[in-house]
């Protein structure tokens, strides 16, 4: 049955197991997080050398899996097989490989627990292993979160840990390390381990721990992009410029062409009700309504056309670092100080 990572992790931490956990998809964080959980916590550390095996896709094949499988727990009540990086088992989508698939999803070992690490795509739900993953497992795909979905994951994550953070340090978080899960929680979990009681963390300590500058992050750059404070902008640029390998071009430019999206949309959120309170526009665009007067700010600096103008600039800019359209000798750092000018003017 498909499934949500929560219902999982929920009812693993109470110890209820499945004979088959299918996790797959796009987003890799979700399915390490229940394949690591399973691996730490489904048997007791004294009965993982007989009843826990792992296997990697690219060493093995179906049968192997299968005959892992149908071995029976020793000195165990069950046994674990966790194969990683599933989606490269060589005849996984053979004849012969789907058969013993099929088989077994018909008839699991009740006493193993069956874990696939199915990576980077789905199985077509057409076939009928598909459709017996579907039906007969666990079956969790997952999906890359969008930008909007960062700093709730943050504020969850931090949450998950018993800890409270600050709009601004979630913000911070979210735009300054982007939405790969794996790097945010990893910068997390090194954040807190300075703290031995559960505190609620702000910017300064984001800023010190994870090594994101108090005052020259991307954050900072939209925020004096808002107020059009056309010299902090460029210290702000110019400090990126002298620190590129802790500001890469790249994910400025991510995060300027997601910042003047959330304009258009408060745009178009105000065209159609002409008036709308800060939640409304909070849920639109997927911030805090702490945030909000920002970008009501911003649209009074801005307005349709001109954020219309500044996302194409931002396009252009990202062409350009592709090595569409830029001249020989122009440095990514000149680009950004192109593209910041193009923006307040």
């Known amino acids: 049955m498909a499934v949500n990572f929560d219902s999982i992790l929920s009812q693993l931490k109470k110890k209820q197991f499945a ?5 797959q998809g796009d987003e890799t964080y979700f399915i390490d997080r229940i394949s690591d959980f399973i691996e730490e916590h489904a048997l007791e550390e004294s009965q993982k050398g007989f009843n826990q095996v792992v296997i990697y896709g690219k060493d093995a094949d179906v ?5 892992n499988a149908r071995r029976f727990p020793m000195m165990s009540e069950r046994q674990v097989v966790i194969v990683k990086e599933a989606q490269e088992i060589k005849d996984f989508n053979s004849e012969k490989g789907g058969a013993l698939l099929v088989n077994y999803f018909q008839n699991p070992q009740p006493s193993t627990i069956l874990v696939f690490c199915y990576k980077y795509k789905t199985v077509d739900k057409r076939k009928k ?3 017996l ?3 007969e497992s666990v079956n969790l795909v997952t999906k890359k979160l969008y930008d909007n979905q960062i700093p709730d994951f943050v504020k969850s994550y931090f949450a998950e840990k018993a800890f409270e953070v600050t709009p601004k340090a979630t913000q911070m978080i979210a735009d300054s390390i982007g939405n790969n899960l794996t790097r945010i929680t990893n910068e997390i ?11 609620k963390i702000e910017d300064h300590q984001v800023s010190k721990y994870i090594g994101i500058s108090k005052e020259y992050n991307v954050f900072e750059l939209q925020k004096a992009l808002s107020f059009k ?3 902090k902008a460029n210290q702000i640029i110019n400090y990126f410029d002298a620190n590129p390998k802790n500001n890469p071009s790249i994910l400025i430019i991510f995060n300027l062409f997601a910042y003047f999206n959330k304009l258009l949309l408060v745009h178009g959120v105000l065209m159609k009700n002409g008036q709308a309170n800060n939640n409304e526009i909070a849920s639109a665009i997927g911030v805090n309504p702490y945030f909000v007067n920002e970008y009501l700010t911003a649209i009074r600096n801005y307005p349709l056309q001109k954020v219309i103008n500044n996302l194409s600039f931002v396009r252009d800019a990202d062409m350009k670092l592709k090595g569409v359209g830029a001249s020989g000798n122009q440095s990514e750092g000149s680009m950004i100080k192109e593209l910041v000018f193009k923006i307040l003017h």
């Open 19 to 23: 004979p088959i956990y299918f996790l």
């Open 63 to 67: 049968s192997a899996v299968i005959n």
């Open 129 to 131: 292993i598909g459709k």
């Open 133 to 135: 993953i579907d039906a």
């Open 189 to 199: 979990d090194k954040l807190l381990t300075n703290f031995s009681e559960k505190i």
């Open 229 to 231: 404070q056309v010299l």
